[in-house]
């Protein structure tokens, strides 16, 4: 029941976030002078958008622990990712994110909640550590790139990478290096990545980089 709460914790955290940031953001514009009402009314829909995806969340939590199949959707990768990046940078805008992203990728198979999950992860963990360094200009760099029978996904920071000896062991579960951390989250990835077919992993080095591999269809 431990497991089951801090991977529910885990996956609800980001939707909550985003949407306790819209709904503050969207107040102040409504208080001020001059309110914005198309720029609250965008807010609002990304709101709504975020609760949906927080339903969603359980929905698919609720399928794993009653052994149900998982249905399956074709989907652009691209689309999943610029969703990702817009959930997650919600509340960052000292944050410059670039995307890079690779054209005509083939459409694949694959559970998109589930995966949006894991960028959003990679992206949060990115931020985290951008937070914690004293760097002025804070960037995020997300790739698409097809390489051979595989999608690949890169997200690269600027912040202090990880340790050779680090990079061996963060995908254990309950391994953390944050004060606060429950060391659920790469863990979890690596699990969604691996039964898709995929491998995700770390490159040691002075600048944090993930990636994962998804497979394209037969």
Do not use: Y
Not at 131 to 140: L, Y
Not at 141 to 158: C, M
């Amino acid at each position: 029941m431990g497991e089951v709460a801090g991977l529910l914790a885990h996956q609800l955290n980001q939707p909550l976030a985003a949407i306790r940031a819209l709904g503050e953001a969207s107040l102040a514009k409504l208080k001020s002078n001059q309110p914005d009402l198309d720029w609250v009314c965008g807010n609002i829909e990304d709101l709504v958008g975020q609760t949906e995806r927080a339903a969603q969340v359980i929905r698919e939590l609720r399928t794993f622990l009653t052994r149900q199949s998982h249905k399956k959707s074709t989907m652009n990768l691209n689309s999943i990712v610029q969703s990702a990046c817009q959930l997650t940078l919600t509340s960052s805008s000292n944050i410059f994110l670039e995307q890079d992203l690779a054209g005509h990728l083939p459409l694949i198979h694959l559970r998109p909640v589930q995966v949006e999950q894991v960028i959003v992860c990679l992206l949060q963990n990115a931020i985290e550590e951008l937070a914690e360094g004293n760097i002025e200009d804070k960037m995020i760099r997300i790739s698409t790139v097809l390489k051979g029978k595989e999608a690949l996904v890169t997200i690269q920071d600027n912040g202090r990478g990880v340790s050779a000896e680090i990079a061996q062991t963060i995908f254990a579960p309950l391994f953390t290096t944050k004060k606060n951390g429950i060391g659920l989250g790469l863990s979890i990835s690596r699990s969604i990545i691996e039964e898709h077919g995929g491998r995700i992993w770390a490159e040691p080095g002075s600048n944090g980089i993930f990636r994962f591999t998804l497979p394209l269809p037969k």
